[in-house]
């Protein structure tokens, strides 16, 4: 390969579910990138295909969801190969999910659930897998970890459950670490405990994150790049403080700007008027059009997501603040096939 | 001073969980609500925080009386309603609305929007006629930006935002002074979300609503209130303006849980010096004697073991419970 080859690579991707009346098109034409040591976010509301993106991250595009188009890559090679799938699951990419109780046996103790991973995919003997779950234990900050292996689930609060899901997802020294909405189901103060563990282990173990969540707060911290998806496309992405300090995108503006912050007193928060478009039909031009202030007779035709220099990119005709963008293409922007 | 609506006082509600004892002899009781006091003035919003199990859900139906309460008092208008039930209750009832968080399960998916939005005026015998009423329906669902062309639909046809909307409508049919909304935006979207919050705003200055808005996001309470009381474990520990709250709060859990709420300014978030507090709420059905934080407040004495701090005057307007401040 003449390119770099990247950690990860999601390459115009296209996933369809069947819905009553038609097909949902969940993930449309969505192109991105993890390296090595990176963490990138994506930020999307309900539907709009994020944690399809994460099941295709990892092989787990299952019917009746089908992968219609374009290449999800790891280490170049594709992650559509069930088998190639099963090798990496694991000891190279692992999750963490919004449910730990949805990741668990709730009939298995921690221990038998932590070593079953590593029995099978290290090779190791059953004694030293049990030190290395004691030893994992401890690492994410679960105290007593000798009497906690013998422990159920349902025996840990919500907070110590996902920890141990961490744990789990770690057993074997990935190189990345999926992280889908992990501390939606958590309590403030035990989200930031969660976020505060994922950084200092992404720092000590120099994994790479994908973390994909609707909690603009959660991804200010944790992500050095971010892409902004609405209605199954990337319609921004850039450094987390492009996006943040300089949207171009108005639906980035705009989520942003509907966001309540504890720091600042805002009088009125400034909403999306509309809903998202029902992705069981075909959407004709900018999907966001209808709720845009700014939208014109351009934005019926699709506009397609233009890379700067720097690697930031945004899908709209009308961009805000588009004099400091930098755009390559024409007019500043590719337009549309 | 200005008229309290609703005055809270002592308020304790415990739950029977089961038995224990060989025989079962011994009930096992869990207090949700543990001896608290407050009030709230006609018009304003009193934000109501808390981390699951802090209690807050349970206060909010103890005022309503949907559940028993064990001890303390809860005036409205100046009307002792502790414990009211059958007719009174109901008399009580119509001036205190319930908004709750799910809007998927609070609307029968078998009734239509006229009917839904109609139902507490039939309940309550408002009901001179059933031309009068859809009148009274269509002008609700103006009243929170619904179409009226919508009245004959079921509420599948609706998203979570429209949902809620048809929800506010139904809570404002019999001109409630209260609305107690129970985590009213916290199934939404966040684009959604601030349609709805901005809704709630709009509607109280237009009827002169008094709100209890009972939330776990500190942002968006601390956006949509004039003040606002933090719960833990059961226990009230400050109450004070919203902008106080945020900006000089007294108990350490307070400022423990502000400084835990992610930022949405990646610049805040790289700065911001790790407050990560250790520890989990305690087990409600054993809380620890003294102050419930003791166990993870950083500043923690011998007193705050020993002894439970009540919630005292610190500032003008200002109380919380603490010991050390």
């Given at each position: 390969m003449s390119r770099r080859e990247h950690l990860l690579e999601v390459r115009n991707l296209e996933v369809v579910y069947p819905a009553r009346g038609g097909t949902v098109?969940?993930?449309?034409?969505v192109s991105f990138t993890v390296d090595e040591g990176e963490s990138t976010g994506i930020v999307g509301e309900s539907g709009s295909g994020k944690s399809t993106i994460a099941r295709a991250a990892l092989g787990l595009v299952e019917l009746p969801g089908r992968i219609v188009g374009g290449e999800v890559l790891w280490r170049g090679r594709s992650l559509r190969n069930k088998k190639y799938a099963r090798q990496v699951r694991g000891p190279e990419i692992s999750v963490v999910s919004q449910d730990p109780m949805a990741s668990m046996s709730p009939i298995l103790t921690i221990g038998t659930q932590m070593t079953e991973v590593m029995v099978r995919h290290l090779d190791l003997g059953k004694k030293e897998a049990v030190v290395r779950a004691g030893d994992l234990l401890e690492k994410v900050g679960i105290p007593d970890p000798g009497r906690r292996l013998g422990q159920y689930p349902f025996e840990f609060s919500g907070g110590m459950q996902q920890r141990v899901v961490i744990a789990i997802a770690l057993s074997c020294d990935p190189k990345m670490l999926i992280a889908d909405e992990p501390t939606t189901a958590l309590d403030v103060t035990t989200q930031a405990q969660i976020l505060d563990l994922i950084s200092s282990l992404r720092r000590d173990l120099g994994l790479s994150l994908l973390l994909i969540t609707h909690d603009l707060g959660v991804v200010a911290?944790?992500?050095d790049l971010l892409n902004v998806l609405y209605a199954g496309e990337i319609v921004e992405s850039g450094t987390a403080d492009e996006l943040f300090y300089r949207p171009h995108h108005p639906y980035t503006a705009a989520l942003l700007g509907s966001t309540p912050r504890l720091d600042v007193k805002a009088e009125r928060l400034t909403a999306i008027e509309g809903q998202p478009p029902d992705l069981r039909q075909v959407v004709a031009g900018c999907s966001f059009a209808p709720r845009c202030p700014y939208a014109t007779g351009r934005c019926e035709s699709s506009p397609t997501l233009g890379t700067s220099s720097a690697g930031r990119a945004c899908a709209c005709w009308h961009p805000l603040d588009s004099h400091q963008g930098n755009l390559t293409g024409s007019e500043g922007r590719l337009g549309h096939a | 001073m200005p008229s309290a609506l609703l005055e809270v006082e002592g308020l304790t509600v415990t739950f029977n969980v089961g038995r224990e004892g060989f025989w079962g002899q011994r009930r096992r009781r869990l207090t949700a609500v543990d001896d608290i006091s407050f009030s709230i003035k006609r018009g304003e919003t009193f934000g109501l925080v808390g981390e699951s199990g802090s209690g807050k859900t349970t206060t909010g139906r103890a005022i309503l009386g949907k559940v028993p309460i064990a001890s303390g008092r809860v005036r409205f208008a100046g009307r002792d309603i502790t414990g009211m039930e059958g007719k009174e209750r109901r008399s009580i009832r119509q001036n205190m609305q319930l908004i709750p968080q799910n809007p998927y399960g609070s609307l029968n998916p078998r009734m239509k929007v006229r009917d839904l939005v109609a139902e507490p005026l039939v309940v309550h015998q408002r009901f001179p006629s059933a031309r009068r009423a859809t009148e009274r329906v269509v002008e609700l669902l103006e009243l929170t930006g619904m179409?009226?062309?919508?009245?004959?639909?079921?509420?599948?046809?609706?998203?979570g935002g429209q949902r809620q909307r048809i929800v506010i409508a139904r809570a404002l049919a019999l001109n409630p002074d209260l609305i107690i909304a129970d985590?009213?935006?916290?199934?939404?979207?966040v684009s959604i979300q601030a349609q709805v919050v901005n809704l709630l705003q709009d509607l109280q200055r237009r009827l002169d609503l008094t709100y209890i808005f009972i939330a776990h996001d500190l942002a968006v309470v601390r956006h949509i209130s004039h003040r606002i009381g933090i719960m833990y474990a059961g226990k009230l520990v400050e109450v004070a303006n919203g902008e106080d709250v945020y900006r000089t709060p007294i108990h350490p859990y307070t400022e423990a849980l502000l400084s835990s709420v992610p930022i949405p300014d990646p610049r805040i978030e790289r700065d911001r010096a790790a407050k990560v507090i250790p520890g989990e709420p305690p087990d409600p059905m054993q809380p620890p004697p003294g102050c419930r934080f003791h166990a993870r407040c950083p500043l923690v004495q011998k007193r705050c073991i020993e002894e439970a701090p009540p919630l005292e005057v610190k500032k003008p307007e200002h109380q919380a419970a603490c010991w050390l401040r």
């Open positions: 098109q969940a993930v449309r034409d911290g944790a992500c | 179409n009226p062309d919508d009245l004959y639909k079921y509420p599948h046809a609706f998203s985590e009213p935006v916290s199934a939404l979207d």
